[in-house]
């Protein structure tokens, strides 16, 4: 069964403070790997997808890379703005393309 | 012009009754699902429609029952509501092709979200 378990839980910042988010899956024959950022009372809103280890995308300040085992989050010089709970999810090479979510990383941007 | 829209936003019921919830897409995608986040805020698979076939169904009691009329909607309704079942539902969808791709590329295809449905049973 895919996993995916991401890390830490909470994270909270100072305005600028660069740092990174952490999420570790198991999947069999990975498809792709995505990260989707949820706002209070929002739904998650689609942020980026990797399938090639090596592989990096950037949005702004967040740069999302991929290795075999995990994907890191990159936030550089974070605004307050940018908190969020930030999800990790896999899909796998069924062909339900079925996605499995992580627990999310609540990230607060102090000003 | 709201990709994927849900109603209501909030749902206040008692036990025991039957409910529903609406979704709607349009974005042209053939794939739609339904998604529980329970109050640790853990998101879960429920159900998974391809133009209008089922083709995922978690493990979910028979009290809650999907319904897709055409391949733009995905509704869900729920029988006899217990107090597990307070929730927020999501509605997402997928520009998964149909049929679903068996073999060849390993294309990943991402999903849409819509703003969810707060569901509180009394």
């Known amino acids: 069964e895919d996993q995916v378990t991401q890390s830490p839980e909470a994270l909270r910042l100072q305005e600028g403070e660069s740092s990174s988010l952490n999420c570790s899956y198991t999947?069999?024959?990975?498809?792709?790997l995505f990260w989707y950022r949820q706002d209070p009372g929002k739904g998650p809103e689609f942020l980026f997808t990797?399938?090639?280890a090596g592989e990096e995308k950037e949005k702004e300040r967040l740069k999302a890379t991929l290795t075999k085992k995990e994907s890191f989050l990159h936030i550089t010089a974070p605004k307050p703005e940018d908190s969020a709970t930030y999800l990790c999810?896999?899909?796998?090479?069924?062909?339900?393309?079925?996605?499995?979510f992580g627990k999310g990383t609540l990230l607060t941007v102090n000003p | 012009d709201t990709a994927v829209s849900q109603t209501p936003k909030y749902l206040v019921t008692q036990m025991g009754n039957d409910k529903s919830i609406k979704c709607e897409q349009n974005?042209?995608?053939?794939?739609m699902y339904w998604y529980k986040q329970d109050s640790k805020k853990f998101l879960k698979i429920m159900f998974s429609?391809?133009?209008?076939?089922?083709?995922i169904n978690e493990t979910v009691p028979n009290r809650f029952s999907p319904k897709s009329p055409d391949k733009a909607h995905l509704n869900l309704h729920i029988n006899s509501l217990e107090l597990g079942d307070s929730a927020v539902y999501f509605c997402?969808?997928?520009?998964?092709?149909?049929?679903?791709?068996?073999?060849?590329?390993?294309?990943?295809?991402?999903?849409?979200f819509g703003p969810g449905t707060r569901l509180t049973v009394t």
């Open positions: 999810a896999v899909q796998g090479g069924g062909s339900n393309y079925k996605l499995t």
């Open positions: 974005l042209g995608h053939d794939t």
């Open positions: 997402a969808s997928s520009p998964i092709p149909v049929p679903p791709l068996r073999g060849g590329a390993r294309t990943p295809y991402e999903q849409y």
């Open positions: 999947v069999s024959g990975l498809r792709g």
């Open positions: 990797l399938y090639s």
């Open positions: 429609y391809n133009n209008k076939e089922l083709i």
